[in-house]
């Protein structure tokens, strides 16, 4: 599930907690709903909203205990203990700061008291992408230096496909490869500044022998940041990479993981309007 619906689930469970259940948030449960640590979620939260997950959740609980006290005969302790506060000292200082009024006034008078409206998480991305937890590796391929020089990686990666597939080393692979499912993998290895080279595989997972020529790459357990591109290749890998920098990375600026990023292409038909590889940037998962 891409992060957009599952923001959209934690803030769904936010307020059900809050409004219908009276009951505290758990962490536990936000974490497990976003596939990650709680910490981590809280990164990403902060990332997309611009408003820390904490803050808006106390933000929140103030909007509702203001609709209690316009609304009900609740008590103002009773509405403190209600969202969680230990005290009607803390509640009333918490309240003082949000709504620029204390309880008792704004029960009292005419006023009229700030809102932190339920937020609804929009998909304005162009392009779907999630968080995901990958086991290891084991790679097998062909890997080759290409040059950058003037964005000639651009057109050699796709060359260097075709030649893969002239010579028979394409075909070879799709019989080594034990994915599921299955596809292969474009890595962008390790970068030569004084050259202006990049080592480029092309690979599958495999447990077979090394076949002669070939090489092995092991990838780590690592979180990925995964982006689906649809359509014919290698058009939309392109465009997929051009959003990725021009947008993405300067949004959600995840500390880049120490392993290669990874481009992976599905078991189908690469001129298909709707075929689907995807682009793969591990990122390091901090709390």
Known sequence: MEWNKKLQNIIDYVENHLQRKEEPVSNDEIAKMAGCSFGFFQKVFSYMNGISFAEY?????LTLAGYDLKSTDLRIIDISYKYGYNSPTSFTKAFQQFHGVSPKEAREKDIELAVMPKMQIEDKQKYSWKLERKP?????GKTT??????????SKIPEFWSDCQKNGLYANLISLDRGNPKGMFGLFGYYDENSNE??????????ADLPDGFTKIELPEATWAIFDCIGMIPLSIHKGWKYLHEEWLIKYPFKHAPCPEVEWYSDGNSYDANYLS???????EED
């Open 136 to 140: 290891s590796l084991h790679l097998i």
């Open 145 to 154: 230096k290409i040059s950058c020089v003037n964005n000639e990686h651009f």
């Open 57 to 61: 959740v106390r933000s929140r609980k």
């Open 278 to 284: 995807q682009i793969w940037i591990p990122i390091i």
């Open 198 to 207: 990049i080592e480029y595989s092309i690979m599958v997972i495999s447990d």
